[in-house]
């Protein structure tokens, strides 16, 4: 299994539509999960964490499955601005390697007017 | 707010020179890190630095080195370019360690051509 692996996508969305990506992780002690969101042309940014209890912020929900290894992310209502490639991040473990993150290939998001 | 900056939007150079790319962050970030990103293959680690002078290896560290004298900045360092070295550069920074659930800030990236 890869790292970490999310839909390949792209998913074309009407406004308003609720949709849902998904990802999978390998390593078991991974202790910090993340969405992030990639603009055309920009930086990433700090969609959200994700909590083992689920968290929810707007119109975006997160949840963890550890037994799994999945991370998903729900948009209900999309936007036209919710348009944008979103990176699953998983930490790599405790110690040393709390430093560092692994991303997801991203998938990408095109909501229609 | 945390502000992340990157010295190029965009450079382009030839096979052989030497070339540095800056990152500067102003919010006192004990961690900083540098990845590139390429078109299906996501962002991969090159370096990091947790402390000044200090420096660990990431997960394609081979052609790169870096270099972290002061706290607020890290540089990439690309001894000798080659074409294969033609990528999207980014930067981060982060307080404390990842593992936290502290967020990564992305400085706006350097687009890197070598010709």
């Known amino acids: 299994r890869k790292e970490v692996e999310q839909d390949p996508g792209p998913f074309n969305v009407p406004e308003g539509a609720t949709v849902a990506f998904n990802c999978t992780y390998s390593n078991s002690a991974s202790q910090s999960f993340f969405w992030y969101r990639q603009d055309c042309r920009k930086e990433p940014k700090l969609l959200m964490s994700v909590y083992s209890s689920g968290n929810e912020d707007g119109r975006f929900t997160a949840q963890l499955n550890r037994a799994s290894q999945y991370i998903s992310l729900l948009i209900r209502d999309s936007k036209l601005s919710d348009s944008a490639t979103y990176l699953c991040?998983?930490?790599?473990?405790?110690?040393?390697?709390?430093?560092?993150?692994?991303f997801g290939k991203g998938t990408l998001l095109t909501v229609n007017p | 707010d945390v502000k992340v900056t990157q010295s190029s939007r965009y450079l382009v150079k030839r096979t052989g020179e030497k070339v540095f790319l800056e990152c500067v962050q102003d919010?006192?970030?004990?961690?900083m890190f540098w990845y590139r990103q390429d078109p299906g293959l996501g962002l991969r680690l090159i370096y990091f630095?947790?402390?000044?002078?200090?420096?660990e290896k990431g997960d394609i560290p081979e052609g790169y080195s870096v270099s972290r004298e002061k706290k607020e900045r890290f540089s990439l360092i690309l001894e000798s370019a080659s074409t294969n070295q033609t990528s999207m550069y980014l930067c981060?920074?982060?307080?404390?360690?990842?593992?936290?659930?502290?967020?990564?800030?992305f400085g706006p990236g350097t687009r890197l051509t070598v010709l």
């Open positions: 630095s947790y402390d000044v002078k200090m420096k």
């Open positions: 991040v998983v930490n790599r473990g405790s110690g040393g390697s709390n430093y560092k993150l692994t």
């Open positions: 919010m006192d970030h004990e961690n």
């Open positions: 981060a920074s982060t307080r404390g360690l990842a593992g936290l659930n502290n967020e990564q800030f």
